[in-house]
């Protein structure tokens, strides 16, 4: 199982990017896949998550209207559309994944996915 994250680069406060995970080896299935985030000094946090089995979705309170997490099934992608970025938004992004469906309480529960992505860095700035 692999995920290869990618679309991170330097946006200007406001801007907008599209975050892709690629998944392989993988079926979508009853998985949850997650973003999590890790600013710089700062712990991971969980940015939007996504069960399979029923498209159910969960946002943190500090994205919540501006990022929207959606799936491809075709290309096995799963996407992150981060809109209105702020530079509180830079970080590096990982997408993960379990084969379990995570219940919404466990949804930003780090030690619930094990299959990382390698990351790819937003930087907001202007």
């Known amino acids: 199982v692999q995920l290869q994250a990618y679309g991170g680069g330097l946006v200007q406060p406001g801007g907008s990017l599209r975050l892709s995970c690629v998944v392989s080896?993988?079926?979508?299935?009853?998985?949850?896949i997650a973003w999590f985030r890790q600013a710089p000094g700062k712990e991971r946090e969980g940015v939007s998550c996504?069960?399979?089995?029923?498209?159910?979705?969960a946002y943190a309170d500090s994205v919540k209207g501006r990022f929207t997490i959606s799936r491809d099934n075709a290309k096995n992608t799963v996407y992150l559309q981060m809109n209105n970025l702020q530079p509180e938004d830079t970080a590096v992004y990982y997408c993960?994944?379990?084969?379990?469906?995570?219940?919404?309480?466990?949804?930003?529960?780090?030690?619930?996915?094990?299959?990382w992505g390698q990351g790819t860095l937003v930087t907001v700035s202007s």
């Open positions: 993960a994944a379990t084969a379990r469906g995570l219940i919404r309480s466990s949804m930003f529960a780090s030690r619930y996915y094990d299959t």
């Open positions: 996504m069960r399979q089995s029923d498209r159910s979705t």
């Open positions: 080896g993988f079926t979508f299935g009853s998985a949850t």
